[in-house]
Nanobody, 126 residues
Framework: QVQLVESGGGLVQAGGSLRLSCVAS????????MGWFRQALGKEREFVAA????????RYVDSVKGRFTIARDNAKNTMYLQMNSLKLEDTAVYYC???????????????????WGQGTQVTVSS
């Protein structure tokens, strides 16, 4: 069993920055492909970013490219999402997800992840 705990959400003005963290426990962190998803009120959950177990491969949704950076520290069992130049439309609950893999690749489909955190709220104000 894998447990994921997100933190770092909050209220920030447009143009500001936040860094989300996701701490994993339960199995060897280096065996996980991981990702960030978000769900705004009244909308479906959407992919934000993903990272391979080594950290060498990443993928982003077009709307966050150049503003968000996904990273991981396998020694700390932690994944990060650095969010800069935040926009009103970034307001959502952000979830981290993990999937045990045997190869070093990214996963972008939410239905491919078995493990999810409880979510952390990010609110961007004008």
């Amino acid at each position: 069993q894998v447990q994921l705990v997100e933190s770092g959400g909050g209220l920030v003005q447009a143009g500001g920055s936040l860094r989300l963290s996701c701490v994993a426990s339960g199995r060897a962190f280096r065996n996980y492909a991981m990702g960030w998803f978000r769900q705004a009120l009244g909308k479906e959950r959407e992919f934000v970013a993903a990272i391979s177990w080594s950290g060498s491969k990443t993928r982003y949704v077009d709307s966050v490219k150049g503003r968000f950076t996904i990273a991981r520290d396998n020694a700390k069992n932690t994944m990060y999402l650095q969010m800069n130049s935040l926009k009103l439309e970034d307001t959502a609950v952000y979830y981290c997800a993990a999937e045990v893999v045997s190869l070093d690749y990214v996963i972008v489909g939410d239905n491919e992840y078995d493990y999810w955190g409880q979510g952390t709220q990010v609110t961007v104000s004008s």
